[in-house]
């Protein structure tokens, strides 16, 4: 199984609102991330998970909250999001920390802020 | 800090010719590269990998990168594309010292015309 999995595809949410994004990974990996792209543009990386700790945070606004429960789960929890906070999210796990090891997508999840 | 640079945002061909998409990188320490593909309203895949050893590395699907040291590129390249192929192509560096992350280029977007 090398699939990322996300859930929801697809989000709409109000800026009052609070909802959440669900990553899921079964490859016995022990990094993931969490991407944001815009239309027409790469992804950027929000944040780092490794060995299920928090290691590296862009400088996301805290209306953003990450989390791991464990390590095939990877959630991203959004409150008082921002309609410039619409974008498709992207989680992404590897094997190992590192930077030589390649990067799994999942198929995103398009947020709609209203 | 390492940067990417993809001379080319859109290349148009037609069905059947070669195509090459243009990457360039810069970084003070040794690098691993990465090319990626993201069809339309889906997350990213990866195409191919540079870590060490021979500098030209193939995809399954006829795709072929070269690494070039002096010139810092990593060119993709294809003989004959195919409609299929249609799709915006990401490349990607990680430095050695540089943890997780993957710094992206802006896309190049492939449209292969019948």
């Known amino acids: 199984d090398t699939e990322v999995t996300q859930t929801p595809k697809h989000l709409v949410m109000g800026m009052t609102n609070k909802k959440s994004l669900k990553c899921e990974q079964h490859?016995?990996?022990?990094?993931m991330y969490w991407y944001k792209q815009k239309a027409k543009k790469p992804p950027e990386l929000m944040f780092v998970?490794?060995?299920?700790?928090?290691?590296i945070n862009e400088s996301v606004p805290s209306r953003f909250s990450p989390e791991c429960p464990n390590s095939s789960l990877l959630n991203l929890h959004l409150h008082a999001l921002q309609p410039e906070d619409s974008a498709l999210y992207l989680c992404?796990?590897?094997?190992?920390?590192?930077?030589?090891?390649?990067?799994?997508f999942g198929p995103g999840t398009r947020l709609t802020v209203t | 800090a390492q940067s990417v640079t993809q001379l080319d945002s859109q290349v148009p061909v037609f069905e059947e010719a070669p195509v090459e998409l243009r990457c360039n990188y810069s970084?003070?320490?040794?690098?691993?590269l990465f090319w990626y593909v993201q069809y339309p309203n889906q997350g990213l895949q990866l195409l191919l990998k540079?870590?060490?050893?021979?500098?030209l590395v193939e995809s399954i699907n006829g795709f072929e990168a070269e690494f070039n040291k002096s010139q810092t590129s990593f060119h993709l390249r294809k003989p004959s594309v195919h409609i299929s192929d249609t799709a915006e192509y990401f490349c990607?560096?990680?430095?050695?010292?540089?943890?997780?992350?993957?710094?992206f280029g802006g896309g190049t977007r492939l449209m292969v015309k019948p």
């Open positions: 992404a796990s590897s094997q190992q920390p590192g930077s030589k090891n390649e990067q799994y």
């Open positions: 490859m016995g990996h022990r990094a």
């Open positions: 998970y490794s060995y299920e700790k928090l290691s």
């Open positions: 970084s003070s320490v040794s690098v691993y």
């Open positions: 540079y870590l060490s050893g021979s500098t």
């Open positions: 990607a560096v990680s430095a050695g010292n540089a943890g997780n992350m993957l710094t």
